[in-house]
């Protein structure tokens, strides 16, 4: 195979000098081929892009050759004027190359850059994809654009949003193609704002449910308390068994008193010492409970053997209790 027959053979089409069908050729092939997963393939291809060019404008006599060259381009900008303009070519090149000398072709490498170098960055390569977009009229061109690492990036700047669509009149294809890209990512960053505002509401319930926790406690111990008063006069338990019961349902509600207090002045800032000596005051009466709790218990009382395991239960559970949560109280 002869080096020209090759460079049709890499584009998928046969010899012609209609260079829309070379273009629309090359479009397909540069989508599909990666510079940085397959670099040789993407030069090889620019090359017989460039061969097809050459063979569509020469004479029917002339051969089909091309220089492989390095490249030469000022890739800070592109000039437009009538002296020169650039082929599509050219300007895929230039944004190839542009990248690879400003070592801004993946996140990695934009790691830790200043926000002023990520900007110039990106005004340049926007400057280099808006030529290529008035070259080809194509506003493809800006999917790529938007995919690059830097860009996204800088896109969290509103001013820099601003500037991309300010940059063409209304109405135009490409300002309204950047337009639908921005609203695109403002919806997005909306939507992480949103996830993270749950988050954190459900952060803060979690939170505000673990600290109120031993007040929840503490009033189910008040109601515990309450019916451990009723509950064995109706059943007619000896005044002293009672009084056991009481006290020791009274002991464990006032530790718990005791528990969500010292938890009050870990938190208060302004004026713990309020919360230190209620906590105080509640483990004194809460000792003071147990400590009778068990004297009535051990009174010489007449009553049956089933109230007086019930009270003894009622007074050991009290007391284990009320042990275990000023053990956790203090070694938290």
């Given at each position: ?56 404008s020469?004479?029917?006599?002339s ?18 004027d009538?002296?020169?303009t ?7 090149n ?39 977009a008035?070259k080809?009229?194509d ?35 490409n ?5 639908n ?9 909306a ?9 954190r ?47 020791s ?61 019930i ?22």
């Open positions: 195979m002869s080096r020209q027959d090759l460079f049709w053979d890499i584009l998928g089409i046969s010899p012609t000098k209609d260079k829309t069908v070379i273009k629309q050729a090359f479009s397909k092939l540069a989508h599909e081929t990666n510079p940085e997963d397959d670099p040789e393939g993407y030069s090889r291809l620019h090359e017989a892009y460039r061969a097809a060019l050459d063979y569509a020469n004479d029917a006599s051969q089909c050759s091309i220089k492989q060259t390095e490249s030469k381009y000022d890739f800070t900008s592109v000039k437009t009538d002296a020169y650039p082929n599509d070519l050219e300007l895929n230039a944004i190839f190359y542009y990248k690879k000398a400003m070592n801004a072709g993946s996140y990695a490498d934009l790691f830790g850059r200043s926000n002023e170098d990520l900007r110039i960055i990106s005004s340049n390569l926007f400057n280099l994809y808006t030529a290529l008035d080809t009229d506003v493809s061109v800006w999917e790529r654009f938007f995919a690059e690492p830097v860009i996204a990036i800088v896109m969290e700047d509103p001013e820099f949003r601003a500037f991309l669509i300010n940059r063409f009149p209304p109405e135009n294809a300002r309204i193609h950047i337009e890209a921005i609203a695109m990512h403002e919806q997005s960053i939507d992480r704002k949103r996830s993270v505002e749950l988050a509401e459900r952060e803060k319930k979690a939170t505000s449910f673990k600290e109120n926790l031993w007040s929840y406690l503490s009033i189910a111990a008040a109601v515990l308390a309450f019916f451990a008063l009723v509950i064995p006069i109706i059943a007619g338990f000896p005044l002293t068994y009672n009084f056991a019961i009481m006290c349902a009274n002991a464990v509600c006032l530790c718990l008193f005791y528990r969500d207090f010292t938890e009050c002045s870990n938190r208060d800032q302004g004026n713990p010492q309020k919360y230190r000596k209620l906590a105080l005051g509640s483990k004194i009466i809460c000792i003071i409970s147990i400590i009778g709790a068990w004297i009535c218990l051990c009174a010489k009382t007449a009553g049956t053997v089933s109230q007086q395991i009270t003894l239960i009622c007074c050991l559970t009290s007391s284990v209790v009320i042990l275990v949560i000023y053990m956790i109280t203090r070694y938290k």
